[in-house]
């Protein structure tokens, strides 16, 4: 099988409380880890999409509803659709691996390095929030609405809620 879930691909989640949510995937594990024995994604979405901003709105207005509230958590293959989206140059998706796999190796004295969970720490998933919502609000402030290039397209797909 084609290993073609990569990170920065944009997955719609089928299940749970995210469901219908759009997402960026961020880690993926094909043989899965210590605690889930099967395929799955780190992935990082959207739980509150940004609202319609008009003209005629002053900008306290639009800095709040412009806020976009994020959520980092651990998905099965079976429960996401992959879409053809990548998100790669738009948000990066590296920086946010790297924090997450500093976090996730513990060495202590005398002891050999040892594999953990960064997201069962809840400092470091607030913080990793934190990060999320500033690449993703910065993004959104950057699109141009009227431009309809294939890469404004990509950032303007992910930024909406689906409609079903």
């Given at each position: 099988m084609k290993k073609f879930l990569k990170p920065g691909r944009v997955v719609i989640l089928l299940s749970g409380k995210h469901a219908g949510k759009k997402a960026v995937i961020v880690?993926?594990?094909?043989?899965?880890s210590k605690d889930r024995k099967f395929g799955?994604?780190?992935?990082?979405?959207?739980?509150?999409y940004p609202r319609k901003v008009t003209k005629a709105m002053n900008d306290t207005k639009i800095s709040r509803r412009i806020r976009?509230?994020?959520?980092?958590?651990y998905v099965n293959f079976n429960h996401?659709?992959?879409?053809?989206y990548l998100l790669n140059q738009e948000i990066d998706t590296k920086g946010l691996i790297k924090s997450f796999d500093s976090q996730s190796s513990v060495k202590k004295e005398g002891e050999a390095e040892k594999a953990k969970d960064p997201l069962a720490n809840a400092d470091f998933k607030g913080e990793l929030k934190k990060e999320i919502k500033k690449l993703f609000e910065e993004r959104y402030q950057k699109i141009n609405l009227n431009d309809n290039s294939n890469e404004n397209l990509l950032v303007?797909?992910?930024?909406?809620?689906?409609r079903f």
């Open positions: 880690k993926v594990f094909y043989e899965g799955h994604c780190l992935v990082a979405g959207i739980s509150r976009i509230k994020p959520f980092v958590q996401f659709i992959p879409t053809r303007k797909f992910f930024f909406k809620p689906l």
